[in-house]
């Protein structure tokens, strides 16, 4: 059996040596093999859109696997910044701006679970 953090780590290993298409071979493999698996699809969404300037087409694939992790964890923050910084890139200011909100959004529903699990503040 294949695994997935293997797949993962061989994408990462490809994403150092600035290898960005092989990169994203490698981390559609570990998508595959566990389609719920955030990191793959951060890996994706990384990997594409630091190879636009070589292949722009690569910016859809980064939207396509930012939303994918939207889909699956609407609080991350992450995902939302990438998506604002890949319309940024395409010169969509409306559109960057959107995702920027709910990056922020999804940042101060972090902090607040964080807030709550600390407690009150002792006196």
């Known amino acids: 059996m294949v695994d997935v953090d ?3 780590m061989e994408g990462l290993d490809r994403f150092a040596d600035e290898d960005y298409a092989g990169a994203v071979e490698w981390f559609k493999k570990a998508a595959a093999t566990d ?4 990191d793959a699809y951060h890996g994706i969404a990384r990997a594409c859109f630091e190879g636009r300037e ?3 087409s690569l910016l859809d694939s980064a939207i396509e696997a930012a939303l994918k992790i939207v889909e699956l964890d609407p609080d991350d923050v992450t995902a939302y910044s990438t ?3 890949i319309y940024v890139w395409k010169g969509d200011k409306d559109t960057a701006e959107h995702w920027g909100g709910k990056a922020r959004v999804a940042g101060w529903k972090q902090q607040l679970r964080r ?3 600390k407690g009150p503040p002792s006196i």
């Open 6 to 8: 293997e797949l993962y």
């Open 35 to 38: 389609p719920t698996y955030l």
């Open 54 to 56: 070589e292949d722009p």
């Open 83 to 85: 998506l604002s910084q």
């Open 115 to 117: 807030d709550k699990e």
